[in-house]
């Protein structure tokens, strides 16, 4: 079994910042790709930034130059460094990971229980 955790949300005015991570526990081998999505009220879930187990990064271009996205492989943990947050960026931020459980079996795709930013004007 395999949990996502996520924390750091939160109340935020315009311009400032927030740090969110996802802790990624129980049966792990290893972990491809992890990424953060975010969804607003009425809208669809959409990719901010992904980062894959080289380092790769790709971020969405709403949020390039704001946000960095950064991973610790020992902690099996994610993060999202958002500065000059703007209030378009308010919505529920969701960690997703594609996790190796055991060497001998595929990857499966996991998700957060999703975390609130709230930016204010």
């Known amino acids: 079994q395999v949990q996502l955790v996520e924390s750091g949300g939160g109340l935020v005015q315009a311009g400032g910042s927030l740090r969110l991570s996802c802790a990624a526990s129980g049966s792990i081998f290893s972990i491809n790709r992890m990424a953060w999505y975010r969804q607003a009220p009425g809208t669809q879930r959409e990719l901010v930034a992904a980062i894959i187990s080289g380092g790769s990064t790709n971020y969405a271009d709403s949020v390039k130059g704001r946000f960095t996205i950064s991973r610790d492989n020992v902690k099996n943990t994610v993060y999202l460094q958002m500065n000059s947050l703007k209030p378009d960026d308010t919505a529920v931020y969701y960690c997703?990971?594609?996790?190796?459980?055991?060497?001998?079996?595929?990857?499966?795709?996991?998700w957060g229980q999703g975390t609130q930013v709230t930016v204010s004007s």
């Open positions: 997703n990971a594609e996790i190796m459980p055991s060497y001998l079996l595929p990857p499966n795709i996991y």
